[in-house]
């Protein structure tokens, strides 16, 4: 989910600053990190034989009789024995329904279950290729390391968000074909989401556990983020269109935040090349000490290198300037810093523990966008102001975000989900008073296409 720069950075340039790279590892799902060392009868049943047996010494004529009833006695008592026996034997013994240990298509099966006592992937780590600085000295880092060290759930909860995002997102990208909707799209991936994090989200305080992280973003062409269809949606996804499919994963309030491009047709096939190669880019430069000035630069470097032939024109692919990375926090898609996606001068350094949404944004356009469109992404402030509503339908509707979502991003399609009606004049509301954010679709310049590929990173040096 993108981050809007501010406007005052736009256009200031820096020179290059020498620093220690810090290397990063990549969890499944977009999440990278750094290395990370975690201390990670037979029933039996016994039978007794019973005998009838006479005194021989007392036998006389009369004895024959007896030993015949009792003969038959036993003879019956054998053949009811046998009976039972036969009625064991044909009882057929249920099958236990065995668990399924692949994932299903579309995915529904618990990642919990294909992964037995939280044993989540990793994914690839790799080291820090800098000499110096890696031994981490200040307070608020020490602190920071010690924290991870202690809280296994922070990990645990990172990998599990990482690989549902990449069970759904693989899924996701052969499912995906022209001529689908775009409700059918978002609701199959956020279906998706929720079965494999086994939450619903829709009892109350449900999806606060564990499911989306925001919306869905599903743009189209000229529209670069923050787009998920609201109700009565009739757009398609067609043949000749480079959607942008921006999933939001979180479990506990620990959020992953990837995106990648699809269109079918070749001929944009240097545009998203070029955004997939700056990303990687941004992900390679960044790390501890890493100066996100800089980062921007090498990212504008990496995607303004390609161009693109589109029915007999060359467009060069620029950096969409006032789009931005961004640190993710708990429970709140955007942090206190930015990673620009153009040269800047800002000297702000990445620290240990970080968490980071590097994503860039190419574009045929302006490289530049502006707020157009419906809005569908809203989300209720962490610092929101204390106002006095009037309006009952607000105060109605504040109540019913707080308990069912929190600070995390929701849209017009979760507040219908779970029965809302009649909200709009309500929701209008809390946006003008400053407890709701809205987030309006971000549009370059009509008739123009853009990019996006998104990796979220954890900054750490060894544990």
């Given at each position: ?225 923050h787009y998920s269809p609201n109700a009565i949606n009739n757009k398609v996804f067609g043949q000749d269109d480079v959607m942008k499919i921006d999933i939001g994963v979180h479990v506990n309030g620990r959020i992953v ?22 990303t990687n880019t941004g992900v390679k430069e960044a790390g501890i000490d890493a100066r996100l000035g800089e980062i921007g630069g090498a990212i504008q470097e990496t995607m303004e290198s390609y161009e693109i032939e ?154």
């Amino acid at each position: 989910m993108a981050a809007q720069a501010p406007t005052e950075e736009l256009d200031k340039l820096t020179g290059k600053f020498p620093r220690d790279k810090a290397d990063w590892s990549h969890f499944p799902g977009g999440l990278t990190k750094n290395t990370v060392k975690d201390a990670a009868g037979t029933n039996g049943k016994a039978t007794t034989k019973a005998a009838t047996q006479g005194d021989a010494a007392d036998q006389d004529s009369d004895g024959s009789d007896d030993e015949a009833d009792e003969g038959a006695a036993d003879a019956q008592v054998e053949g009811e024995g046998a009976a039972k026996k036969k009625k064991k034997k044909n009882k057929k013994k249920k099958k236990k329904k065995k668990k399924a240990t692949t994932q299903s298509d579309p995915p529904r099966v618990l990642l919990s279950q294909l992964f037995p006592n939280d044993s989540y992937p990793k994914g690839e780590e790799v080291e820090y290729t800098g000499e110096g600085n890696l031994k981490r000295t200040t307070d608020a880092e020490v602190r920071e390391r010690e924290r991870l060290l202690m809280n296994d759930d922070f990990l645990r909860d990172y990998r599990h968000g990482a690989e549902t995002h990449r069970q759904v997102r693989q899924w996701a990208q052969k499912w995906i074909q022209p001529g689908m909707g775009l409700t059918e799209i978002a609701n199959g991936i956020e279906d998706s989401v929720r079965a494999l994090v086994g939450h619903s989200g829709l009892e109350e305080g449900d999806a606060i556990v564990a499911g989306m992280g925001f919306p869905t973003g599903l743009n189209l062409n000229d529209v670069a983020a923050h787009y998920s269809p609201n109700a009565i949606n009739n757009k398609v996804f067609g043949q000749d269109d480079v959607m942008k499919i921006d999933i939001g994963v979180h479990v506990n309030g620990r959020i992953v935040d990837s995106a990648f491009t699809m269109a079918f047709d070749h001929k944009y096939d240097n545009l998203l090349e070029a955004a997939k190669a700056a990303t990687n880019t941004g992900v390679k430069e960044a790390g501890i000490d890493a100066r996100l000035g800089e980062i921007g630069g090498a990212i504008q470097e990496t995607m303004e290198s390609y161009e693109i032939e589109l029915d007999g024109k060359t467009y060069p692919i620029k950096s969409i300037r006032n789009l931005n990375g961004h640190t993710i926090h708990h429970y709140s898609i955007h942090g206190d810093k930015s990673v620009p996606i153009v040269k800047t001068e800002d000297q702000t350094k990445m620290e240990e523990g970080d968490v980071f949404a590097i994503e860039t944004f190419g574009s045929t356009g302006n490289g530049y966008v502006r707020d157009h469109c419906e809005v569908s992404h809203y989300a209720l402030m962490a610092d929101a102001p204390k106002v006095d509503l009037r309006l009952s339908s607000a105060r109605s509707l504040l109540n019913t975000i707080k308990k069912n979502f929190g600070t995390l991003p929701f849209c017009r399609r979760y507040l219908d989900r779970i029965g809302c009606d009649k909200y709009l004049l309500g929701l209008n509301n809390l946006v003008n008073t400053g407890i709701v954010q809205d987030y309006p679709p971000l549009v370059d310049k009509k008739g123009s296409y853009t990019a996006q590929f998104e990796h979220v990173s954890l900054s750490k040096s060894e544990l």
